[in-house]
Each structure stands twice: as structure tokens, then as C-alpha cells.
């Protein structure tokens, strides 16, 4: 049987083909029938051409330490249906914006995705930012009189979902659309803010794979999708649960699979993950870059290297969160294990991308708060800061 197509997704690079698509085949595999992946490239068109390949998947290779154990397996991916090229293929997309089946949009365009631009129209095809392009796939999907959709953005910004859902807002309001639209949007679509863990990098060029496998990529074992259960209400009289003008008898939910977590409260999840694990990756990039490093393995191999890193994640990043949230110190142990992986070279090139983006949103306030709390500089953090 041929599953749906019940996902849009905006994005055909690694992460989300060795994150998201991935947990969807699993969740296929074990008869759970979530539907298939349409994918859109917004920047080029190679993936999504080799993704609309008939019958073409792609593989993951997931390498190096779970719970002490090394783990090393392959992947096959075949979840994603086919690939769209928004500027050429945007009619196409929003066919499938009002197609009855569709349930769920998933982006990841990184942090600098979240902006608008004053020369997106409503006729735009497509529009040049991401909230406009989405602004226009809900229009099209409300004027069809089709369902609302979850919402599940994978950016790192903290509160992904609010702050998408109110550049969509602005949008509408911008392009003066009929007033019932907004409270659709924001009421009725749902939209859960949520946190991505997983390092995902190039495949190494001389794996098996390599030569038959253009879309080869690899991934860690660890995997967590924390989201954040939407606020939910009472109704007055029947004591229904609602979320907005939706009333549910049950909490909503994705599909089962082990690395998805439905939490009451994703602030914890998003410092320790952001100001630690991708702070330190972007400080590395400041620091090291310039130098003739290539990748994390190559700096943390290095003596006095790791010296200044340690430095940083115990002495200058870890006090700033550990008086609030619970469970700092294992997860920076954690971190070191996991940036130690002997199978990912993960590139400081591909982590420099949106380098001066990264810097604001994950270490300028750990160096903030570091200046509030101690009242003095943290060195480390300023030399990476200065950098950028």
C-alpha cells in the first residue's frame, strides 16, 4: 500500500533527511502509517532533483557511542515521496498544500530564515522568505476549506513556533488578507515549539556507499526531539480539553519513536542544548577556524586545544545555567563524549554557515549573563565572540 503524502517540509539538507525523514521511515517500517514526505529545496535544485528520482532513497550511516557501546549500522531512507523546487516547481507545492492529507509542516532553514522581506507579495512564486512562503501555503490551504496543520519548526531559536507563527501574522497583516484567515492560523493551526538534538555530517567520501549514494550522509546515535505539549484549556461546559477553537479528547502527538519526547517545558532542553553543545561549536569555529583546523575531532586531539575548550564549557558556559536547570553537569560530560566521536568529522566550514547569526543567539548571552553573575569578562568566550 502507497502511504500518503501527509508532510510538507521545507528543507532537503542533511539534518532533517538524517533526522526527521529518517524517524518517519522507522515509524512506517513498524506499521505506524504516518504518510510520506514531499520535500522543498528553496536554494538550488540538486537534492530535490536526485530526491525525485522514481523510487530513489538514500542511506544514513549511524556511527560511534550509545550508552558505551559502539554502534555502527546503516539507515535506509526511502520516507520522502519526491522533491520540489520552490522556484520552479511552486505550483506543484501548493497542490499539495491543499491536498486533504496533508497534516504536518516541518521546516529547518536555520536562524537566519526567521525575517521578512518587503518585496514578498501574495503573488510572489514564491516569495523569497521562508514565513511568506508559508504564509502563502496556509492561504491556500484555508481557501480550500482543508483541515489546519501541526506546525513543527526545527530552527534553533527558542520558541521556534511562536516567533514563525507571528512573522506569519505580520505577513498576513502586511498582505491585508481577509480578517477570518489570522485567527485560523493562529488558533487553529498548531503549532509546537520544539528542540532538534543530533549531530549530522558528511559522509566520508571513500564509504562503500559513497559510489552508488549521492545523498549519503551520516549521523550519531543520539537523537532527541523534545516538544512541547501545546497550552491547552478547559471549555466551560462540556470540559472538553481545547487548544484554541480545536477541542481534543487527547493530547496531541506525533508517532512513537524513541528519540521524540512530549515535555511540559522545553527551557531546560533548549540551554543546555543550544548554549552548550552548538556554543561550543560555534566558538570553535571563532577560536579555531582561522588557524588551520578543519574539523572539531582535529581540535579536540590537540592538547592545549581541548585545554581551552574545556575551559570554556566548564568555566565560563556551565556556571551561567547551572543555578537554574538540573542535569548541566552530565549533559557537558555527555557533550565531550559526543564531540569526541571518532566517525564524524564534523566540518567547521559547515558549522561556520550563519556564523555571525550562530554567535548572537548562542553565546552572546551566556556572555551577558556571565558578565550579570561575576562581574567580569569570561575570556574565552570573548575571544571566540570577537571573532565574528
Known amino acids: 500500500m502507497t502511504?500518503?503524502?501527509?508532510?510538507?517540509?521545507?528543507?532537503?539538507?542533511?539534518?532533517?533527511?538524517?533526522f526527521v525523514d529518517r524517524f518517519v521511515q522507522r515509524a512506517n517500517d513498524e506499521g505506524q502509517a504516518v504518510g510520506r514526505v514531499v520535500a522543498v529545496q528553496s536554494t538550488g535544485n540538486d537534492r530535490a532533483e536526485l530526491l525525485g528520482s522514481k523510487g530513489r532513497g538514500y542511506h544514513v550511516l549511524v556511527r560511534g557511542y550509545q550508552e558505551g557501546e559502539l554502534v555502527e549500522r546503516v539507515d535506509e531512507v526511502k520516507s520522502i515521496s519526491r522533491g520540489l523546487v520552490a522556484?520552479?516547481?511552486?505550483?506543484e507545492i501548493l497542490e499539495v498544500a491543499r491536498s486533504p492529507q496533508l497534516k504536518y509542516i516541518v521546516s529547518n532553514t536555520t536562524e537566519s530564515g526567521y525575517k521578512l522581506d518587503e518585496a514578498d507579495t501574495l503573488h510572489s512564486a514564491p516569495g523569497a522568505s521562508f514565513p511568506a512562503k508559508l504564509t502563502r501555503v496556509l492561504w491556500e490551504r484555508y481557501q480550500a476549506s482543508q483541515s489546519p496543520l501541526v506546525i513543527l519548526p526545527c530552527?534553533?531559536?527558542?520558541?521556534?513556533?511562536?516567533?514563525?507563527?507571528?512573522?506569519?501574522?505580520?505577513?498576513?497583516?502586511?498582505?491585508?488578507?481577509?480578517?477570518?484567515?489570522?485567527?485560523?492560523?493562529?488558533?487553529?493551526?498548531?503549532?509546537?515549539?520544539?528542540?532538534?538534538?543530533?549531530?549530522?555530517?558528511?559522509?566520508?567520501?571513500d564509504h562503500?556507499?559513497?559510489?552508488?549514494?549521492?545523498?549519503?550522509?551520516?549521523?550519531?546515535?543520539?537523537?532527541?526531539?523534545?516538544?512541547?505539549?501545546?497550552?491547552?484549556?478547559?471549555?466551560?461546559?462540556?470540559?472538553?480539553?481545547?487548544?484554541?477553537?480545536?477541542?481534543?479528547?487527547?493530547?496531541?502527538?506525533?508517532?512513537?519513536?524513541?528519540a521524540i519526547q512530549m515535555v511540559d517545558d522545553l527551557t531546560p532542553y533548549y540551554l543546555r542544548k543550544v548554549r552548550m553543545l552548538?556554543?561550543?561549536h560555534t566558538a570553535m569555529v571563532g577560536k579555531f577556524l582561522s588557524t588551520g583546523f578543519k574539523t572539531v575531532q582535529e581540535i579536540l586531539a590537540d592538547k592545549e586545544s581541548l585545554k581551552w575548550v574545556r575551559g570554556l564549557l566548564y568555566e565560563e558556559i556551565v556556571p551561567t545555567i547551572a543555578y537554574r536547570i538540573s542535569g548541566v553537569a552530565e549533559f557537558a560530560d555527555q557533550t565531550f563524549d559526543r564531540l569526541r566521536n571518532p566517525f564524524?568529522?564534523?566540518?567547521?566550514?559547515?558549522?561556520?554557515?550563519g556564523h555571525e547569526e550562530k554567535v548572537r543567539v548562542r553565546l552572546q548571552p551566556t556572555f551577558n549573563e556571565y558578565q550579570k553573575l561575576f562581574g567580569k569578562v569570561p575570556p574565552r568566550l570573548a575571544e571566540a565572540i570577537k571573532q565574528a
Open 208 to 258: 562503500p556507499l559513497a559510489k552508488t549514494d549521492p545523498l549519503l550522509i551520516q549521523a550519531e546515535p543520539y537523537a532527541l526531539w523534545a516538544i512541547e505539549k501545546p497550552p491547552v484549556r478547559r471549555a466551560s461546559e462540556s470540559g472538553i480539553i481545547s487548544l484554541g477553537n480545536r477541542f481534543l479528547d487527547q493530547p496531541i502527538k506525533l508517532f512513537e519513536h524513541p
Open 344 to 353: 564524524l568529522a564534523h566540518q567547521l566550514s559547515d558549522i561556520a554557515v
Open 87 to 91: 522556484a520552479t516547481e511552486w505550483r
Open 278 to 280: 552548538n556554543g561550543l
Open 3 to 18: 502511504l500518503p503524502e501527509t508532510i510538507l517540509q521545507f528543507g532537503t539538507g542533511r539534518f532533517l533527511r538524517a
Open 155 to 205: 530552527e534553533l531559536i527558542e520558541r521556534n513556533a511562536e516567533k514563525l507563527r507571528d512573522l506569519v501574522r505580520q505577513q498576513i497583516l502586511a498582505w491585508q488578507l481577509p480578517v477570518t484567515f489570522e485567527p485560523w492560523v493562529r488558533e487553529e493551526c498548531v503549532w509546537l515549539c520544539n528542540l532538534v538534538d543530533c549531530m549530522v555530517t558528511r559522509a566520508p567520501a
